[in-house]
């Protein structure tokens, strides 16, 4: 007859046996669940980051940077990332050495999917796209003039991001147009010689506003040339990309770059106090005693108040589609 004792110890070890494995079972199961959960997040995150138009800030070929002429029609690249996971990246490019029209356009659509966090995979694309911190990096492999296989590297940012925000009007002050804006000039009959005697000579804007805002200038040169100075504390990748700069994203300070661009001089540098400084030229055009025209600039006027003040309106239309006018006051020097 068998041991009683040894049949309850028996028993005892398979019901402990038994638990062990339904709490494994338990923990598994919810380890699982948690897992899930995370990999759900983390597809939602990456997606609503993606989602959305992007816009190329950078570009280098086998690691140097593309010229300036180059950069000037790849600034107007395009990635566009959808809801229902298909991509459109459209790349505009020089149509030839001799032109400076950016006729030639390249693109790549298809569709995506998310794998995990910042983890996608791209169909129908004959680049590696990445996503990247902050930006989108798009690796493709170029032949140029039937030269050796090159690496082209294009890093794209949000188009609404704060790099590429629209500086204050009221800071900026700018008065430039774009270079293939040309406005039909209206027939101007005054005789503004006495008015051209009393302006000429430089001005300087009257405000309270940061210090280098405070060194703005105007001045009324002979032959109708109308010099403006304006200074920026700081810069942002808009400043760069519309002066055709071409450099990392982000970019390592300190940095200091200066470029000619039609009648505008722009000098950019981080040590400085005032880190963004531009010198323009346009002429000028008497319209009456009390109203001085810029030449292709229609959104500005100069009133004149007096022998000593003259007040620059600027209309301009917001991020909002809103017409809106600001004035600034300059006295003379």
Known sequence: MKNPINK???????????????????SNDDSNAENNEELSQNVIATKKKLVGDWKLV?????????SASEFECLKRSIATFTENNTYNITFKKKGSESSNICSQTNTESGTYNIIDLNSITFFNSTSEIKLVNETLEITS??????????????IFIRSDSNDLDDDDQEETDDLEIDDDETIEEE????????IIAKLLGKWKIDTDNNE???KNTIEFKTNNIFEFIQHKSTFNRSDLINYNINISYPFSKPFSASVTKGNVKVAFDTNADCQFIKKSEQKYIVKDEKTIALKNIPQVKILIENDT????????????SNNQ????????I
Not at 60 to 66: D, G, P, R
Not at 146 to 152: G, H, L, P, R
């Open 309 to 320: 003040t003259i007040n620059l309106i600027y209309e301009y239309i917001d991020s909002n």
């Open 8 to 26: 309850l110890s028996n028993l005892f070890i398979v019901l402990i046996l038994f638990h062990l494995t339904l709490t494994s079972c338990t």
């Open 212 to 214: 280098c805002l405070q």
């Open 141 to 154: 492999k170029i032949n140029i003039n039937n030269s050796e296989e090159q690496t082209q590297v294009d």
């Open 187 to 194: 027939e101007n009959t005054y005789d503004g010689t006495a």
């Open 58 to 66: 950078s570009s280098t070929i086998n690691s140097q940077s593309v």
């Open 325 to 332: 006018t600001i004035e600034f006051v300059y006295k003379k």
